[in-house]
């Protein structure tokens, strides 16, 4: 029923107003009798302290004024909680804010540390309210107490499925919703802060991964990547398959992935089969047109222990299951899972296969100083008196102190050990070189010795249990901090036997242009990414500066700077480099047509000498698919001639228009994009020009080169490459001479002395 006052009387016109001094009488009559209720201190009258003769009852008078001192110290307590307000209700109704109950800085200085103090008392309470029902809850689910702090948690390994695909570990609550579609790399939030990251809809390859630093980096980058610092990558994307059996049947599953022969069986690859050395090669389909996949990384696990030369010890030795890991570019990890499976179920012994893309993270260096900066982060574990054995890799690990170029190790080189948690040692603090000449000796005599090919010891990072362990048994950075606290100024907290060992695995990666600097890649538990990732990230190098961090354009960045394919993005031939190619056909020309006509490139407008007119193919892409299925004109009287893979149409010979480009949708609808080309490894060009009796190969096959510009200017994406004309020799000449006086070098002038020269000029004047 509406309010009587609200509704005018007969003859008003207008509602009458309230009457508001009654509301307010009505508050502050009610604060007012909250006040007296507060300071009203409850009495007991005498007479109750006297018994029946009227005598003192000494025992009920104590009790009287008990219940009186405790009723006075509750009324003291509630008058000054009555009177009293909270400090974010000392700030003015414009400066409030939702949230201002929980941040303390969003009201003034004056009142933070009381701010501060309400908070804490809050949390505090809230902390006992759900510290009390977690232990209720777990009394009623019958389960133990909690262990004691000194006891080592029992680890429970939960066992892997074998031959299936693995999915991420759920994530924390406040960051689940934004893992949906996608995961995040072990440094997401590190990198969100600094670098662009993927659109949150259109991850790649289905992670964030960051794409280019925040700030301008392509000098310093060039700068610490090959003169001075050096680069790091969580390169934690990369996937990684792991590979059990007897060691007949995963050679024979390598072989069938296209491996060389030589690397299987051959001497020049001994120590790669015994777990000392990676192979770095490409592998391929076993059926069909056996295109190639991707460029991939093979590691052997070292055999455990040896046997004494016997008549059966070879054959105990067959029968040991072996592993290997397998690391390929996420792009190309499921055509490569899916024919691993088909190849391991057909080998006798069977084959198992594991998909460790969660389990496993790499972090990446390059750099004059990226030896240093690992070293500062990865301690070997020190042993102890009981172990006999002694881990040659960390030992060989420890003695590389002066190392400035990953190139001079040997190649391909593989060190695994165990290592403490960096947070121990945090702040790191920098590495002092020595400056005596024995340290360089000692440094060439381990470099030529290489004694992890002596004293071979399984590296720990290849068991799964090992592995599990070390990552559940990370301490909080709370912990830590208490820790470092109780040790004593100056110093590092002491070893502790709960501490966790975490199993690493190095492997040297040698560029192969001559004299650029070569790359660690670095690979541990996922959980024990972060940890190291910041020691490295805050390491003061010798030479100055911090280690840079960077992105998937630095990454490009220094593969085009030491001439080195980068995958995928220049191997087209390949399903993952295709993929790759149409995506960003599609983003180029996304970017053209939202421009207006008057301002973007009119592609069948541009002028390519004589009557040629318009650009060949689709101007926003590599249309590989035309270069090798031409499409004939619109005009019946002329048609495009077809190339070959070396050579496209020239000027003279294309005399038919392009296509039109302002509309492009009608080709599209009809047009079905397979892969056109095929891709061939560069080391299998290489075979073909130096050995031509091989098989040829056929005229969709393509491959990767360098080519180096000989005159100003440089090259766009999607640039086009013509040859010299043969049906025009004067335009052809043309070229030729304008080649020829570009090549040849300037000619010196005779260096004159400076009277000489004062006399010249005295004569020219």
């Not at 909270?86 to 303390?104: D, G, I, K, Y």
């Not at 972090?363 to 690992?374: I, N, R």
């Not at 912990?479 to 002491?494: H, Q, T």
């Not at 995958?567 to 053209?592: C, I, N, S, V």
């Amino acid at each position: 029923m509406p309010d009587q006052s609200l509704i005018p009387a007969a003859g008003q016109k207008r509602k009458q107003p309230q009457d508001f001094a009654k509301a307010s009488n009505s508050s502050r009559n009610s604060k007012r009798a909250k006040q007296t209720e507060a300071r009203t201190i409850l009495t007991q009258a005498s007479d109750k302290a006297l018994n029946q003769n009227g005598e003192l009852d000494v025992s009920a008078f104590v009790k009287a004024r008990e219940f009186e001192i405790k009723a006075m110290e509750e009324s003291m307590g509630a008058s000054k909680r009555s009177l009293s307000s909270r400090a974010f209700q000392q700030v003015p109704n414009e400066l409030r804010r939702r949230t201002a109950s929980h941040n303390v800085k969003k009201v003034p200085k004056k009142l933070r540390k009381r701010a501060a103090r309400e908070t804490v008392d809050k949390l505090r309470k809230m902390h006992v309210r759900a510290k009390k029902k977690r232990a209720e809850a777990r009394e009623q689910k019958g389960g133990g107490s909690k262990p004691e702090k000194g006891d080592t948690p029992a680890v429970h390994i939960r066992m892997l499925k074998k031959n299936t695909l693995s999915k991420p570990e759920q994530p924390a609550a406040k960051f689940r919703k934004r893992q949906k579609h996608k995961s995040w790399l072990p440094t997401h939030v590190y990198h969100a802060k600094r670098a662009h990251m993927t659109e949150p809809k259109h991850p790649l390859w289905r992670f964030a991964i960051p794409l280019s630093p925040t700030e301008k980096t392509f000098r310093k980058n060039h700068r610490a990547g090959s003169i001075r610092g050096c680069v790091a990558w969580d390169t934690s994307y990369m996937s990684t398959i792991g590979v059990e059996g007897v060691e007949a049947s995963l050679l024979g599953l390598l072989r069938s992935l296209g491996v060389d022969e030589d690397a299987l069986s051959g001497n020049r690859m001994v120590k790669w089969r015994a777990g000392t050395r990676a192979w770095h090669g490409w592998v391929r389909e076993r059926d069909g047109e056996k295109t190639w996949i991707s460029e991939v990384v093979i590691v052997w696990c070292v055999q455990e222990g040896t046997l004494p030369a016997g008549e059966g010890s070879s054959m105990i030795i067959g029968k040991r299951k072996r592993r290997l890991f397998m690391r390929v570019h996420p792009s190309a990890f499921l055509q490569l899972w899916t024919e691993i499976l088909k190849v391991a179920k057909i080998q006798r012994p069977s084959v198992m296969v594991e998909d460790l893309r969660f389990e496993l993270g790499s972090v990446q260096l390059t750099g004059p100083g990226s030896t240093e900066a690992l070293l500062a982060a990865l301690k070997p574990v020190l042993k102890t008196n009981e172990e006999a054995t002694v881990n040659a890799g960390a030992e060989t690990w420890s003695s590389l102190g002066l190392v400035t170029n990953p190139s001079t190790l040997p190649q391909n080189a593989v060190l695994g050990f165990n290592v403490s948690d960096p947070r121990l040692r945090y702040p790191p603090q920098t590495f002092i070189p020595p400056a005596s000449d024995s340290a360089n000796d000692e440094l060439l005599q381990v470099l030529a010795e290489w004694p992890p090919d002596k004293v071979k010891t399984p590296q720990s990072i290849f068991d799964r249990t090992t592995r599990l362990t070390a990552s559940r048994l990370l301490p909080s950075q709370k912990a830590i901090n208490r820790r470092k606290g109780d040790a004593p100024p100056g110093d590092f907290p002491s070893a502790a036997p709960t501490d966790p060992q975490i199993p690493v695995l190095l492997i040297v990666s040698r560029s192969p242009t001559s004299g650029a600097q070569g790359s660690w890649t670095l690979l541990l538990p996922w959980k024990c990414v972060l940890p190291v990732w910041y020691h490295i990230m805050h390491y003061p190098l010798s030479t100055g500066g911090n280690p840079r961090f960077g992105c998937l354009e630095e990454t490009r960045q220094i593969a085009f700077e030491q001439s080195i394919p980068w995958f995928p993005g220049d191997y087209p031939g390949t399903q993952a480099g295709w993929e790759w190619e149409l995506a960003e056909r599609a983003k180029k020309k996304a970017d053209w047509e939202k421009r207006p006509k008057g301002k973007r490139i009119a592609w069948d407008s541009l002028e390519l000498g004589k009557t040629t007119k318009g650009e060949i193919g689709l101007g926003w892409a590599c249309d590989w698919d035309y270069l090798f299925n031409p499409k004939p004109a619109p005009d019946p009287g002329t048609a495009s001639q077809a190339t070959t893979k070396d050579s496209a149409p020239t000027q003279e010979e294309s005399a038919n228009p392009a296509q039109n480009l302002e509309n492009p949708q009608g080709a599209e609808e009809t047009e079905v994009l397979p892969r056109p080309i095929h891709q061939v490894p560069l080391q299998q060009s290489a075979r073909l020009i130096t050995n031509p009796n091989l098989i040829p190969p056929t005229s969709h096959d393509i491959t990767a080169v360098n080519l180096t510009l000989v005159s100003r200017g440089h090259p766009v994406t999607c640039a086009r490459i013509y040859r010299l004309p043969a049906s025009f020799p004067n335009l052809r000449s043309q070229w030729l001479a304008l080649a020829s006086s570009i090549l040849q070098p300037p000619k010196r002038t005779p260096k004159t002395t400076k009277d000489a020269s004062n006399r010249n000029s005295n004569n020219n004047i």
